[in-house]
């Protein structure tokens, strides 16, 4: 079974950083990339961010060189440190075991879908 268990989320000022957990269990990072994603009311869910259990790092245009992704093996915890925090940066934030689907650019699917709680990330002006 799929357990994914996402926090950190919170009320953060424009600028500002914060760091997401994801602990997760039910498959093998091995086997899988684990990835982000996010979504806002009314809008679809999107990609931002996975890794792989050998370090491999990918990230959406829109978070690139202001989110880095990491990971604990040993504790099945994948983190997501935000910095430069934008509006458009509110969301539920979800994590879940993702592969790539091979188009250009390549776009990054759900393994299971399977989903978590999400935890919510509010950016203020």
């Known amino acids: 079974e799929v357990q994914l268990v996402e926090s950190g989320g919170d009320l953060v000022q424009l600028g500002g950083s914060l760091r997401l957990s994801c602990v997760y269990s039910g498959f093998s990072f091995d086997d899988y990339n684990v990835g982000w994603f996010r979504q806002a009311p009314g809008k679809e869910r999107e990609g931002v961010s996975s890794?792989?259990?050998?370090?491999?790092?990918f990230y959406e245009d829109t978070v690139k060189g202001r989110f880095i992704i990491s990971s604990d093996y040993a504790k099945n915890t994948v983190y997501l440190e935000m910095n430069n925090l934008k509006l458009e940066d509110t969301a539920v934030y979800y994590c879940?075991?993702?592969?790539?689907?091979?188009?250009?650019?390549?776009?990054?699917?759900?393994?299971?879908?399977?989903w978590g709680q999400g935890t919510q990330v509010t950016v203020s002006s």
């Open positions: 890794i792989r259990s050998d370090g491999e790092r």
């Open positions: 879940a075991p993702t592969y790539y689907v091979h188009t250009v650019p390549p776009r990054m699917v759900n393994a299971f879908n399977v």
